[in-house]
């Protein structure tokens, strides 16, 4: 069932029933919404929940197999020598799992969004038998349930056309953007399956509306396509046809901006756009490892043509600004003084590398999902951004860990956690719960929080509950 088009109110009810279920998995200011043991899909009335080598044919008995192939040669031989399990003893896909259409183990979920009465869940193909990249599911159907199967969207044939998708963002004009990286993205052998490019639906009809395939100058190495991991859609002057979409290159550190009543692209450096090695050394889910992604998240604050784009790498526990009328201008970089147009806010603190941030227009708030320390944190832009004006709303190192997305819609925060640097350097239990969804609990108030903040009378989500 459809429900963009209902009324508010009955938009927030039926995600309430949804959560009112599992208020006691909470953690902090948030409530659990969804939680996996591993990820099942619904193709079109049949449950994918086993192994399987073929696509879902409705006409015959499917494999009963529970069978996960993988190579476990490094971690046995590291566990037997008592050795740490690091990135060279990582379980890696073997030729066993090639062409195989599903392999649940390996599907591990990345990016969140709720639309209307949607959440959409994103599964980037970072390991072959993952049926469906873009999926969703409906809230107002699975209110009940805590581990609802994934539908691919637009439809079982409509998903076959993308390859991998990190993370969706929808726009006030009802459209769902996001990156297909065209990337199979297999340790030591990875396959370019399509070139890279921003793809957008009509979330009324369902059908997708653009693909936009990058140039080559927006793509400067081959491992480029590995680091189009989000997407940030600017609409100017509430004008739907024009519209810039902002994707942070964390590979090779980069912004490629793309301008849709131009139908055209161009990339652009700064130094900023790197990661600082100081913030490399990271432990999440038991861990240790280090990583090297440069920016990586993109977030808008006002309403006029020129508004602030905040961004950071996620190496680093800085954030920086920059006018978005500087990204869109084409030749700006040309301008000799372009390096001094971008600006340094200050720190967030101690292991608050961060992957994706969002802010709230209402309440001049922005949100952090920090990896660094298994947490969801917020900060009031009005003030100067040092540790002690930004709160932690939430934290868990089991449930919390490696928030993989986050974001605010219709005065709700929405976040993923994944455990993902489980599932890259170890193995997970699957036994236990490893993917989360969560929301913030109503009448969120930073005065709940901490009360010697310095925004403690400052409503963090004003329009929802004025």
């Known amino acids: 069932m459809y429900l963009l088009k209902l009324p508010t109110f009955l938009l927030l009810l039926f995600i309430k029933l949804s959560t009112v279920k599992s208020q006691e998995n909470g953690i ?173 639906f009509d979330l009324r009809t ?71 090695p100081t913030a490399g050394n990271l432990r999440i889910s038991g861990q240790w490892f280090q990583w090297s992604d440069g920016i990586f998240s993109i977030t808008l604050a006002g309403s006029s043509r020129c508004k602030i784009a905040y961004f950071h790498p996620l190496i680093s526990t800085t954030e920086f600004s920059v006018s978005t009328c500087l990204l869109t201008n084409r030749t700006a970089s040309e301008d000799p003084n372009y390096w001094e147009n971008y600006n340094i806010l200050g720190d967030r603190g101690e292991n608050s590398q961060c992957t994706m941030h969002s802010y709230h227009e209402g309440s001049n708030v922005m949100f952090f999902a920090d990896i660094g320390r298994d947490a969801v944190s917020c900060w009031n832009s009005g003030q100067s951004l040092r540790p002690s004006n930004v709160i932690v709303l939430a934290r868990d190192s089991k449930r919390m860990s490696y928030p993989s997305d986050l974001h605010v819609t219709d005065d709700e925060v929405w976040f993923m956690a994944n455990t993902l640097p489980r599932f890259g350097y170890s193995m997970l239990d699957t036994n236990e719960d490893n993917f989360f969804v969560y929301n913030q609990v109503e009448n969120l108030n930073v005065a709940d929080v901490e009360s010697n903040t310095p925004s403690s009378d400052h409503l963090l989500l004003k329009k929802r509950f004025h």
């Open 28 to 200: 902090g200011k948030f409530e659990e919404v969804f939680a996996w043991k591993q990820l099942t899909y619904n193709f079109n009335g049949v449950l994918l929940q086993k192994d399987t080598d073929a696509e879902i044919d409705v006409t015959r008995q499917k494999r009963q197999s529970d069978y996960i192939f993988y190579n476990t040669q490094f971690k046995t031989e590291a566990i037997r020598n008592q050795r740490p399990v690091t990135s060279q003893t990582t379980i890696r896909p073997t030729d066993d799992e090639s062409g195989r259409f599903f392999i649940r183990y390996n599907n591990v979920p990345m990016g969140v969004e709720r639309v209307g009465s949607r959440v959409f869940v994103t599964v980037p193909r970072r390991r072959y038998g993952i049926p469906s990249t873009l999926n969703y599911i409906d809230l107002a159907a699975e209110r009940n349930n805590r581990s609802p199967a994934l539908k691919p969207y637009p439809s079982v044939q409509g998903a076959k056309t993308l390859t991998s998708v990190y993370r969706t963002r929808a726009d006030s004009c009802g459209r769902l953007w996001m990156v297909d990286t065209g990337l199979l993205e297999l340790p030591n052998n990875p396959q370019q399956l399509q070139p890279p490019a921003i793809v957008v």
């Open 206 to 276: 369902n059908e997708q509306i653009l693909k936009y395939e990058f140039k080559a100058a927006d793509i400067p190495a081959d491992n480029t396509p590995t680091g189009l991991a989000s997407i940030t859609v600017d609409i100017i002057d509430n004008n739907c046809a024009d519209t810039y979409a902002y994707i942070p290159d964390l590979t090779t550190f980069g912004i490629i901006v793309y301008s849709l009543r131009e139908n055209d692209s161009w990339r652009l450096s700064h130094s900023y756009f790197h990661f600082n």
